[in-house]
Structures are given as structure tokens and as C-alpha cells.
């Protein structure tokens, strides 16, 4: 087949990542944005969405040649507005050019030179990107006002080279992300998705981010099961069943399931049944022996399990329960993924929680549209175990700062000095953060409903320190944390908050 070669100027279809095959039109990069090492590769910017991409050329097709095609593939409401953007831009060029001809004008509007400002991961205010006198790359663009974000389904029926990128600093998307507020009244939960791609050898990672809206996620056709429907699991399944997904949920207190069957999910009556039923099926449970008894005891998963069936661990466990759930799973013909999530009771809510997955790859592509509705990020961390050391450590972190925290805060008390102050004080500087602002102001009200509770991150530090004994690697400031919430466990705060610690410090 001969090559099809692409200048700036051309209408093309771009293959970002795993996100379908998107309309775009190909533009010079900023000035100051040096172009990808390596691969042959075009700047392009997306219909349809104010993002912009270095893309491979063999991730490219013309336009007008793929469009029957694509249009047959993708059907979902923001593609189709993606196609309308097109259509209205060769309206428009078709228009000046009849213009043109009319008037005689050869001369052309001068574009801006302004350099684009490229979207790190630290930019929280998308707003500020786009200066309010700054035009499009070219005039003849659709206008930002008639255009929404990418959405995150997969493609399918179009064959796109998936090679992974090498580990190169310079080669990365740069999305930009640029759009205007919404109205209040209309605003939709908006949330930032993080494909990782690992890279072969490595547990390093590359990633490439997009931004997905609720509104916008296609539910998998596969049936999902989802067992355990505490604080964590009730925000996930609500949030699955909010996107549309397929859910048959299960709970040891089978009260707890009245909820969300009343929101559409249907009941299932065993462990081992949920697992039969459902093509992929998800557990958040309290601790290592709960996460062993809900698959090896009566009636538990592996009896339900059948080639496969997929498995998904999100409780926080230790790697080594990881490993042999995964072995058992896997010797029945499932497939297996740990995927343990970052957050709280609210974050689970607003499902914005952190997923870290590890396992089996396909399993992780294949609940794609599930993390999306219940996570903001998804990280692929490689071997199955390695989600579970990474969570520990994060929760190991956590843990030990709410108790330094804690600790901070009753000295202040016991030495005069106010503790509101030292809190408006410390929300001024370099820690300050929502976590740190609403857990010293729950302390100072006395309020401990658990948004976390003591007596899990209490299991975490501990699984972290034998963690940390089986490397060799010593951990003090875990230790030292871990004693003050055993303290508070004493006083009876298991069921309460993590910061309930700052009783642990006035008893």
C-alpha cells in the first residue's frame, strides 16, 4: 500500500493511547515545544475538545478516506459532535475560499504566536490555560464554545499500531485540556483518567492523561458482581450503578444490599453465586483473613469461579494474600487483578478514589469503564502483589502524618497556644491540603464519624512494618504511629475516624 503522506493543514483521524480513533486537524507545535525523538510524528489538534497531541504517523489516517468507517465504529454523542465540529470548519474554509475569490482579498488574518501552555499534572485550574484574547491555532477552527471534552470509551473494528513508547522523557502527550466553565446548574462531574502503559522490563511507568466526564463513560456489556458494601464499597457500587453498568451485589449483613437493589442491582445469595453469574466480579472487604474467607470458605468465590471469570481484590491487604488468592483463582482458569483504591468514604461517594491495579493486564483493560466510574486515576503497577506494596506504603505515609497531626495539635493545647490558630497557621504554608483542613477542623469540633476507619489504617501500618521487616528496611515513624493508634484502639476508637487518634494523645 503506498504511504500516505501528511502536512500541516490535513484533516486527520489521531490514535491517542487507547481512546478511540478521533478527528483532528494537523497544526504547528508551539515554538517553544520540541518535537518527539524518535518515530515520525505530526502536532495535532482535536476536534471536538481543545486537546492537543504529538501523534505517530502510523497512529494517523486521512480524514475524508476513514470517514465512513469511523462513523460506522463510533456512535457515542461527543464523537458524533467531534464530526459536526469538522463539517462546520470545511463550511467555513469553503465559505472564505468563495469569499476570497469574490473579493479578491489575498490577505489572511496573522495567527497567534502566543505559546500554548502544556498541562502538568499539578495544574488544577483548567480555566486559567486559555487567554481570554488568545484565538484559536488557525481562524478557521471551530469555535471552543461549540466544542466538548474527549471521552474515554474504547474504539474497536480499527486496526492501530499499540506498541508501547520507549521510556523517552521527550516523548509524551501534551494535552491541554483548555475549555470554558459550564454553568452551575449543568456542570458535570468532570474527573481526570490516568492510562498507564508499563513499559516491558520496567516496573516504570509511562502515562498519558485524558480527561473523562461521567456523563460520558460507556458501561462494559459485562455483567459485574460486587461483594462487600462497606464504607468504601457503597460508594463504588452507587457509582457503577449511576453509569449504567450491570451489578449484582452481595454483603455478609444482607440488609445492606435493600439500597441498591431498590437503585436497580440485582441480589445475589452466595459469594460462589455472584461469581458464577457475573462475568467479572469485584470484592472490598475489611482485612486479609475477610479477604481469604470470602473466597476459599463456604460457599466463597472459588467455587464460582470457571474459566474466565475475572477477579478483581480492592481490599487492602498484604502481598502475600495476594499472591495466594491469585494462584487459586488462576488454577481454576480465572484471571486475576488486585486493584486496592486511595481515598475515603467521601472520595468512594464522589468516585474520585485512586486505583492501583496490578495483575493481569486484559482484566484491567477490560474494567475500564467500571475504574472510570468509581476512580479519578488508574495506575497499572505490572506483577500481582505490587498494588498492594504500593497502597501499604501510601497508607503507612498517611497513618503516621494524621498521627503527627494529632500530636502537633495537643501540644499546642498543653503548651497555651491556640489550636485554631495553629491550624489556620499550617493551612497558610507548604502542608497545606484538604485532607490536613477538614481533619483538624472535624478534631476541634469533636466530630469522629468515620470517614476512614481507625481500626483499618491501624491494620495497614501494621501490615506495613512486617512489610518493612521482610525487606530488612527498618520503619521508626511507622512504628511510633502504630502504637499511638493501638492506644486510641484501647479507648475504644476503633469504629471511629483515623483522626479520633487525637484522643489517644488526651487520655
Given at each position: 500500500?503506498?504511504?500516505?503522506?501528511?502536512?500541516?493543514?490535513?484533516?486527520?483521524?489521531?490514535?491517542?493511547?487507547?481512546?478511540?480513533?478521533?478527528?483532528?486537524?494537523?497544526?504547528?507545535?508551539?515554538?517553544?515545544?520540541?518535537?518527539?525523538?524518535?518515530?515520525?510524528?505530526?502536532?495535532?489538534?482535536?476536534?471536538?475538545?481543545?486537546?492537543?497531541?504529538?501523534?505517530?504517523?502510523?497512529?494517523?489516517?486521512?480524514?475524508?478516506?476513514?470517514?465512513?468507517?469511523?462513523?460506522?465504529?463510533?456512535?457515542?454523542?461527543?464523537?458524533?459532535?467531534?464530526?459536526?465540529?469538522?463539517?462546520?470548519?470545511?463550511?467555513?474554509?469553503?465559505?472564505?475560499?468563495?469569499?476570497?475569490?469574490?473579493?479578491?482579498?489575498?490577505?489572511?488574518?496573522?495567527?497567534?504566536?502566543?505559546?500554548?501552555?502544556?498541562?502538568?499534572?499539578?495544574?488544577?485550574?483548567?480555566?486559567?490555560?486559555?487567554?481570554?484574547?488568545?484565538?484559536?491555532?488557525?481562524?478557521?477552527?471551530?469555535?471552543?464554545?461549540?466544542?466538548?471534552?474527549?471521552?474515554?470509551?474504547?474504539?474497536?473494528?480499527?486496526?492501530?499500531?499499540?506498541?508501547?513508547?520507549?521510556?523517552?522523557?521527550?516523548?509524551?502527550?501534551?494535552?491541554?485540556?483548555?475549555?470554558?466553565?459550564?454553568?452551575?446548574?449543568?456542570?458535570?462531574?468532570?474527573?481526570?483518567?490516568?492510562?498507564?502503559?508499563?513499559?516491558?522490563?520496567?516496573?516504570?511507568?509511562?502515562?498519558?492523561?485524558?480527561?473523562?466526564?461521567?456523563?460520558?463513560?460507556?458501561?462494559?456489556?459485562?455483567?459485574?458482581?460486587?461483594?462487600?458494601?462497606?464504607?468504601?464499597?457503597?460508594?463504588?457500587?452507587?457509582?457503577?450503578?449511576?453509569?449504567?453498568?450491570?451489578?449484582?451485589?452481595?454483603?455478609?449483613?444482607?440488609?445492606?444490599?435493600?439500597?441498591?437493589?431498590?437503585?436497580?442491582?440485582?441480589?445475589?445469595?452466595?459469594?460462589?453465586?455472584?461469581?458464577?453469574?457475573?462475568?467479572?466480579?469485584?470484592?472490598?472487604?475489611?482485612?486479609?483473613?475477610?479477604?481469604?474467607?470470602?473466597?476459599?470458605?463456604?460457599?466463597?468465590?472459588?467455587?464460582?469461579?470457571?474459566?474466565?471469570?475475572?477477579?478483581?481484590?480492592?481490599?487492602?491487604?498484604?502481598?502475600?494474600?495476594?499472591?495466594?488468592?491469585?494462584?487459586?483463582?488462576?488454577?481454576?482458569?480465572?484471571?486475576?487483578?488486585?486493584?486496592?483504591?486511595?481515598?475515603?468514604?467521601?472520595?468512594?461517594?464522589?468516585?474520585?478514589?485512586v486505583i492501583l491495579a496490578a495483575g493481569d493486564r486484559s482484566v484491567y483493560e477490560d474494567c475500564s469503564s467500571c475504574f472510570q466510574a468509581m476512580g479519578?486515576?488508574?495506575?497499572?503497577?505490572?506483577?500481582?502483589?505490587?498494588?498492594?506494596?504500593?497502597?501499604?506504603?501510601?497508607?503507612?505515609?498517611?497513618?503516621?502524618?494524621?498521627?503527627?497531626?494529632?500530636?502537633?495539635?495537643?501540644?499546642?493545647?498543653?503548651?497555651?497556644?491556640?489550636?485554631?490558630?495553629?491550624?489556620?497557621?499550617?493551612?497558610?504554608?507548604?502542608?497545606?491540603?484538604?485532607?490536613?483542613?477538614?481533619?483538624?477542623?472535624?478534631?476541634?469540633?469533636?466530630?469522629?464519624?468515620?470517614?476512614?476507619?481507625?481500626?483499618?489504617?491501624?491494620?495497614?501500618?501494621?501490615?506495613?512494618?512486617?512489610?518493612?521487616?521482610?525487606?530488612?528496611?527498618?520503619?521508626?515513624?511507622?512504628?511510633?504511629?502504630?502504637?499511638?493508634?493501638?492506644?486510641?484502639?484501647?479507648?475504644?476508637?476503633?469504629?471511629?475516624?483515623?483522626?479520633?487518634?487525637?484522643?489517644?494523645?488526651?487520655?
Open positions: 500500500m503506498a504511504t500516505v503522506h501528511l502536512r500541516i493543514g490535513d484533516l486527520v483521524w489521531g490514535k491517542l493511547g487507547r481512546y478511540p480513533p478521533w478527528p483532528g486537524k494537523i497544526v504547528s507545535p508551539p515554538k517553544d515545544l520540541k518535537k518527539p525523538r524518535g518515530k515520525k510524528c505530526h502536532f495535532v489538534k482535536f476536534f471536538g475538545t481543545e486537546d492537543h497531541a504529538w501523534i505517530k504517523v502510523e497512529q494517523l489516517k486521512p480524514y475524508h478516506a476513514h470517514k465512513e468507517e469511523m462513523i460506522k465504529i463510533n456512535k457515542g454523542k461527543r464523537f458524533q459532535q467531534a464530526v459536526d465540529a469538522v463539517e462546520d470548519f470545511l463550511k467555513k474554509a469553503k465559505g472564505k475560499e468563495q469569499n476570497s475569490d469574490g473579493k479578491g482579498d489575498s490577505k489572511g488574518k496573522k495567527a497567534s504566536n502566543k505559546p500554548l501552555k502544556i498541562l502538568e499534572e499539578d495544574d488544577e485550574d483548567l480555566s486559567a490555560l486559555r487567554d481570554p484574547s488568545e484565538k484559536d491555532l488557525t481562524d478557521s477552527d471551530p469555535e471552543p464554545s461549540a466544542m466538548e471534552r474527549l471521552g474515554a470509551g474504547p474504539g474497536s473494528g480499527f486496526k492501530w499500531e499499540t506498541s508501547p513508547v520507549k521510556d523517552d522523557p521527550h516523548f509524551h502527550h501534551f494535552l491541554l485540556s483548555q475549555s470554558e466553565k459550564p454553568a452551575s446548574s449543568m456542570e458535570p462531574i468532570s474527573k481526570r483518567l490516568k492510562i498507564i502503559e508499563e513499559v516491558t522490563g520496567s516496573t516504570s511507568i509511562q502515562a498519558a492523561d485524558s480527561t473523562a466526564i461521567n456523563g460520558s463513560i460507556t458501561p462494559t456489556d459485562k455483567r459485574i458482581g460486587f461483594l462487600g458494601l462497606g464504607l468504601m464499597g457503597s460508594g463504588i457500587v452507587s457509582n457503577l450503578l449511576k453509569m449504567g453498568h450491570i451489578v449484582t451485589v452481595w454483603n455478609r449483613t444482607a440488609e445492606k444490599c435493600d439500597l441498591f437493589i431498590q437503585e436497580g442491582a440485582r441480589l445475589g445469595r452466595t459469594p460462589a453465586e455472584v461469581a458464577s453469574m457475573c462475568d467479572i466480579t469485584f470484592s472490598c472487604v475489611s482485612d486479609p483473613k475477610a479477604a481469604r474467607d470470602l473466597v476459599l470458605g463456604p460457599s466463597g468465590v472459588l467455587q464460582g469461579i470457571r474459566p474466565g471469570k475475572c477477579y478483581i481484590e480492592m481490599s487492602t491487604v498484604d502481598p502475600e494474600t495476594i499472591t495466594e488468592l491469585s494462584q487459586v483463582i488462576t488454577s481454576r482458569g480465572g484471571r486475576f487483578l488486585e486493584a486496592p483504591v486511595a481515598g475515603s468514604q467521601q472520595l468512594s461517594n464522589d468516585g474520585m478514589l479519578k486515576t488508574s495506575f497499572f503497577l505490572g506483577e500481582a502483589g505490587n498494588a498492594a506494596r504500593m497502597m501499604l506504603i501510601l497508607n503507612m505515609v498517611q497513618g503516621s502524618f494524621m498521627a503527627t497531626i494529632a500530636e502537633g495539635l495537643t501540644l499546642a493545647q498543653a503548651t497555651g497556644q491556640s489550636q485554631q490558630t495553629f491550624l489556620d497557621i499550617l493551612c497558610q504554608g507548604q502542608m497545606a491540603s484538604t485532607f490536613v483542613d477538614q481533619k483538624c477542623q472535624n478534631i476541634l469540633q469533636g466530630n469522629f464519624k468515620p470517614d476512614y476507619y481507625l481500626k483499618h489504617i491501624q491494620k495497614d501500618l501494621r501490615l506495613a512494618i512486617s512489610m518493612g521487616d521482610m525487606a530488612n528496611h527498618p520503619t521508626p515513624m511507622a512504628a511510633a504511629a502504630n502504637e499511638v493508634y493501638k492506644r486510641a484502639k484501647a479507648l475504644d476508637q476503633s469504629d471511629n475516624d483515623i483522626s479520633a487518634v487525637y484522643r489517644a494523645y488526651i487520655h
